[in-house]
């Protein structure tokens, strides 16, 4: 289970560079949000940027819905630390944006702790006016 939720983990961007000031300040700040849900493990906040046909594709190869990602992340005994996403990427256009990088994410997974380096895309789409996120996909560093 730990590997399977820190996967998910990587879906955060916090201290993503460029949304300090490369994005549209709408995407910045669903990016900020997102990062806030994660962070604070808040299901009301997570429910508003995942959207409803999300899928997570984790560095086990497994998919996970929204409802699962969401049960992964306001688990008891789940916490994750705020981190810096390394070799950024971001694309975007009118209405989709990839953000993809590198994270070492380090938190508790039922009360134990991990520290895991991943790959990871976020996909993102603006839809009726909103920003959400509607695809993940992580992966392991080579050798990792």
């Known amino acids: 289970m730990l590997l399977r939720l820190a ?3 990587v879906t955060l961007l916090a201290a993503f560079p460029a949304a300090a000031g490369g994005l549209p300040p709408d995407l910045a700040a669903a990016v900020k949000g997102y990062d806030e849900a994660q962070i604070h493990s808040d299901r009301a906040a ?3 940027w995942l959207a409803d046909d999300y899928t997570l594709v984790n ?4 998919r996970e819905t929204k409802a699962e990602l969401i049960a992964d992340f306001t688990a008891p005994g789940y916490r994750l630390e705020p981190f810096v996403v390394r070799d950024p990427v971001d694309r975007v256009w009118a209405d989709g944006a990839v953000m993809a990088g590198i994270v070492d994410a380090r938190g508790t997974d039922g009360g134990k702790p991990f520290a895991v380096t991943f790959h990871f895309a976020d996909i993102w789409a603006k839809r009726n006016g909103k920003w959400q996120v509607i695809f993940t996909q992580v992966t392991r560093p080579k050798g990792g």
């Open 7 to 9: 996967a998910c983990a």
């Open 46 to 48: 997570l429910e508003r």
């Open 59 to 62: 560095s086990a190869a497994q």
